[in-house]
């Protein structure tokens, strides 16, 4: 509390390029940390999201009489038996496909000699001009693949991190829920009680329909990718609906990935035509997916404007890389359940928000799951 100015303790006022000095400063300090402690944190964060949504779960098999450390361990097991068999489902179809590289390579070759030529005869560029501009674009691509590569989680401590201490963290966010809840809520003045307890649940149930959300939508990815590259008749169909599914758990640039991949397969194992109809097939899911998918299954309690979802992204892989891009938009709207029940930061809850002005209709998401968060 601020003591009001007397004669012999005049209140000072700081100037505004002050205030926005120690601002600025802070930010980057917190932003430094931020990257300091990512090993730690990211493991961390992966296992609360997780434990929120595995949370409904563990309840419904307590309520069954089942012990609540055995239905942890139950629901933990089950989470992780399903991450293992998407992932040893991508690396058995990645086997079949690696077997097909050496022609794949040829077809490449093929197509480089070809667009180069193209080139050539269009555009009055030299013969070498071509060669040095398809190469530096092969090196450029290389090096950001490689980025990419290396930032979706192969570093050995990465790995061990998300194989053991994931379902760990897991685990014990689960056993000891009640005493974090208990921890958070004596933090704050008795007062407080009501409205720290309503940003826990609001808090829960973002992150819960926000993850089961994105599930179901990988699900319709998937199905609708799947059906359509079989009718184009593209090989490896399967693989490519799945990649495309796990990479659009990626904001913004998982989608395009996917694409770039479908299309450059379909360039080296079939022709021009079937490339251009793979393209207009991802576009088109990617339409449905941006316009009836994400508003009605995803974003029906995720109320976050796109101008701040891309900010936060960016922001996010440029702090932690990929495992960044995926945390944001949930952390960015557990932070918005935060600013909208504290007085004096609802104006940065407000535009974070998608508020247009026009009246909201009950989503789709919200009709099959409620309006409350699971328990």
């Known amino acids: ?103 794949l390579r040829m077809k490449l070759t093929a197509l480089g000699d070809t667009m180069r030529a193209w080139v050539e005869q269009r555009t009055p560029m030299a013969p070498t001009a071509v060669d040095d501009a398809l190469e530096k674009a092969r090196e450029g691509g290389l090096k950001e693949g490689s980025k990419m590569v290396g930032g979706a ?16 963290f897991t685990f014990l966010f689960l056993l000891y829920k009640r ?3 208990t921890f958070v809520i004596k933090l704050f003045p008795d007062e407080h009680r009501v409205v720290v307890e309503d940003v826990l649940q609001g808090s829960k149930g973002v992150a819960q329909h926000y993850l089961v959300g994105l599930l179901l939508e990988a699900v319709i990815l998937a199905t609708l990718n799947y059906v359509g590259l079989l009718i184009i008749g593209l090989q490896y169909a399967l693989l490519l609906a799945v990649l495309a599914a796990v990479l659009n758990l990626i904001p913004y640039l998982g989608m395009l990935t ?37 508003p009605n299954v995803v974003a029906s309690r995720v109320q976050i404007n796109a101008l701040v979802s891309i900010v936060v992204v960016m922001i ?23 600013f909208d029940r504290v007085p004096a930061l609802e104006p ?14 009950p989503s789709l998401h919200a009709r099959w799951f409620g309006k409350k968060g699971g328990g």
């Open 153 to 168: 989680l192969l570093t050995m401590g990465t790995i061990f991190a998300f194989a053991f201490l994931l379902p760990v």
């Open 258 to 294: 996917a694409t770039l991949l479908a299309v450059i397969i379909a360039l080296a194992t079939a022709d021009a035509n079937t490339a251009f109809w793979v393209l207009v097939l991802y576009s088109s899911v990617q339409f449905v997916d941006n316009n009836f998918v994400v």
């Open 348 to 361: 940065f809850g407000y535009v974070l928000g998608s508020d247009d002005g026009s009246p909201k209709k």
């Open 1 to 103: 509390m601020v003591e009001p100015a007397t004669p012999s303790h005049p209140q000072v006022r700081q100037p505004a390029y002050q205030k926005l000095s120690l601002i600025m400063l802070g930010l980057v300090a917190f932003v430094y940390a931020l990257g300091q402690v990512q090993p730690i944190l990211v493991p961390l964060l992966f296992a609360l999201l997780l434990a929120m949504l595995l949370n409904p779960l563990v309840n419904r098999m307590t309520r069954w009489r089942l012990p609540r450390a055995i239905a942890i361990g139950v629901a933990v097991l089950f989470a992780m038996a399903c991450a293992f068999w998407v992932s040893y489902f991508i690396l058995t179809q990645a086997a079949h496909f690696s077997e097909t590289l050496p022609e």
């Open 316 to 338: 996010g892989g440029a702090l932690w890389g990929i495992p960044g891009m995926f945390l944001a938009i949930p952390l960015t709207a557990i932070c918005k359940v935060v």
């Open 179 to 181: 005493l974090l809840l």
